[in-house]
């Protein structure tokens, strides 16, 4: 039979820039044959049968339009079709995107377009984009609820347990300024309800969300079987679900340590600190990164003696020292102790508290806590989907290799969030899964931020964008600065704090801004005016002429650029370049 191009839309004289197939390859039915690239999108020609290809009439660069013969085809009788196409070997090159058109059912008891395997930001948000694109969706998760780390034990439930401490924090601090409260009393059932509450409102959204745009949703643990079908063990036993498309969103789970007894309950980690069983009266926590700090801070409002280990030699270690500084200087004076340098060599459950050795610069020491949060990081779900049968290489520390379209080195699965890599935030996640939902669908998209902004939210809050000044002066670019003592900006004084810091960090070639770092109360929100600014490449003028609104914190922002161009009047300017 002649293969004809189908309806392509309004398009004609589109160039074919691919050939997927060979004289004497056997295609089933579906499977792309050709690829053309529109101005708009990148389309393939899947084949109308199953067959062997016995000759090819287009070479790359043809252009062709709607019943041009692309190709001769030998066709066989539907019976003798084979059932599932064999896995794809992993390629390391970018592969083809795939027709818009329609499919019919496939084999499994279920059938998805798209199919989403793992519901967190990445998840839900390429689920529901694709949706919203014409796909019909399905979306595999194992927990109960939608939503995955980020809405059920991560961003969300933390934020909601750091308001609960910034009051109290606030409340005590008023005590300095002529405002005394008495003693708070916590009533920890209600406060977990409430923070409860507030996951449990976001997550219910989301089912809504996914009943309104008709995605199916199959609660329960899904493995891949082979090419085009994962095999979900839910409640009623296992449900095969087929795909032509796929995106692997499955997540992150905590780092665990081997001298470490994780089974005894005095040992939690993000999950287990976001329970709020107790307040431990002493609390160690492993790790200086975000999301130790977090909990220090939650915990250390609540009445906790919080310890920190930090194996670098400073907390947080991916941003700035003189960024860190005041938020180190603020919980060195509320904490028991910041140990930096330091590692935890063993844990021992004992009756009186878990008994902990450390290693640190003044030698090996032990110490006793009621309760061990460990927060070292998080390791990719990779190798927990058998991503293997379906020809996805998985590396070794369980990521999955993706190109600038999220897809993997099979051509029809994509994988986005935690999984593909750092940073692991819900954020790029959001991103990534939209960029793999609109390429499903045949949009020409890609994953090109230039930054990403990381937040710690902490009390300073830490927040930082682009390069660092200590990456930026590694990689040998001339650096310029401005930074503003937020002790000058009359708003942050009115809050009764005076430790931020605003630094812009410009390349002086051209004076663009290339990073940012910010600490302060709110200085996660006041980071994505910068993210902004990188992306649209401003530079230190348009920065420092665009009014802010007085008096903000966000002027922080201003003063900064205006430090360095040197025509700050709020302050001395710095001495000249
Ligand atoms: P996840 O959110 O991990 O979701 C993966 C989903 O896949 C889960 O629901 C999981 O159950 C499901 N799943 C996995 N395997 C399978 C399977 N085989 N079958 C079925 N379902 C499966 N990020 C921020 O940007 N801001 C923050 O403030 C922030 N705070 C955090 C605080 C804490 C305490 C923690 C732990 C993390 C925080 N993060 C924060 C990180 C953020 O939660 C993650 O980056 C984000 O959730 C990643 O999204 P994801 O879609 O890749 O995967």
């Known amino acids: 039979m002649d293969v004809k191009v189908p309806d392509i839309g309004d398009f004609s004289d589109v160039p074919v820039i691919g050939i997927l197939v060979a004289v004497g390859d056997t295609v089933a039915a579906e499977d792309p044959l050709l690829e053309l690239e529109s101005d708009k999108a990148t389309m393939e020609v899947p084949s109308p049968a199953a067959g062997v290809v016995k000759e090819i009439k287009v070479s790359e660069g043809d252009k062709v339009s709607e019943g041009s013969v692309i190709m001769v085809l030998d066709a066989v009788d539907a019976g003798d079709a084979p059932a599932e196409a064999a896995p794809e070997a992993p390629s390391a090159e970018a592969p083809a995107a795939v027709a818009a058109t329609g499919t019919a059912a496939g084999p499994g008891d279920i059938h998805g377009e798209v199919v989403v395997l793992g519901s967190g930001p990445g998840g839900y948000t390429a689920a529901f984009r694709a949706a919203d694109l014409g796909k019909k969706v399905v979306l595999i998760e194992k927990d109960a609820s939608l939503g995955g780390v980020c809405l059920n034990v991560g961003c969300i439930p933390s934020k909601a347990l750091l308001h609960a401490a910034k009051v109290i924090t606030e409340a005590e601090e008023m005590g300095e300024h002529g405002i005394s409260f008495a003693k708070p009393k916590i009533k920890l059932n209600d406060l977990r309800d409430w923070k409860s509450s507030v996951v449990n409102g976001l997550t219910g959204g989301l089912s809504g969300l996914a009943k309104a745009r008709k995605v199916h949703v199959v609660n329960g643990y899904g ?92 907390i947080i270690p991916g941003a700035d020292k003189d960024i860190v500084k005041p938020l180190h200087k603020r919980i060195e004076g509320r904490y028991e102790a910041i140990l930096t340098k330091t590692k935890v060599t063993a844990v021992e459950a004992q009756k009186k508290g878990l008994k902990v050795t450390m290693e640190g610069p003044d030698g090996e020491k032990t110490d006793t806590f009621d309760k061990v949060l460990v927060a070292v990081g998080r390791k990719p779900n990779g190798k927990t989907v058998d991503a293997e049968k379906a020809g996805v290489a998985v590396d070794d520390r369980g990521f999955i290799n993706v190109d600038n379209q999220q897809r993997t080195g099979v051509a029809h699965i994509f994988a986005i969030g935690d999984v593909v890599g750092q940073p692991m935030l819900a954020h790029k ?63 942050s004084l009115s809050l009764g704090r005076s430790e931020g810091i605003t630094k812009l960090i410009f390349d002086e070639e ?20 910068v993210a902004l600014a990188i992306e649209m490449g401003a530079d230190a003028v348009d920065l420092g002429h665009t009014i802010h609104p007085h008096p903000t914190l966000s002027e922080t922002v201003n003063f900064a650029a205006e430090m360095f161009e040197g025509t700050i009047t709020d302050l001395m300017p710095p001495k000249k370049r």
């Open 223 to 314: 493995r891949f079987s082979g090419p085009n079908m994962i095999e979900v063990q839910t409640d009623d036993g296992l449900t095969k679900v087929s795909f032509d498309q796929c995106i692997i969103a499955a997540g992150s789970e905590p780092v665990t340590l081997p001298f470490i007894p994780h089974d005894d309950p005095r040992v939690i980690d993000s999950t287990g600190a976001l329970e709020l069983e107790d307040i431990p009266k002493r609390l160690l926590v492993l790790g200086g990164g975000i999301i130790g700090l977090e909990m220090a801070t939650v915990y250390d409002a609540l009445g906790s003696k919080v310890t920190i280990v930090e194996f670098m030699d400073q």
């Open 429 to 491: 996640a959001v991103h990534e899964g939209k960029v793999a939902a609109e390429v499903a669908a045949g949009e020409k998209r890609f994953f090109d931020a230039r930054v990403i902004p990381s937040v710690a939210y902490t009390d300073p809050e830490v927040a930082w964008v682009g390069l660092t000044e200590t990456e930026a002066k590694a990689q040998g670019i001339k650096v310029g600065k401005g930074s503003f003592p937020w002790a000058a900006s009359g708003r």
């Open 510 to 529: 051209d004076d663009r801004v290339i990073g940012a770092g910010i600490v302060g109360p709110n200085a996660g929100d006041l980071i994505a005016e």
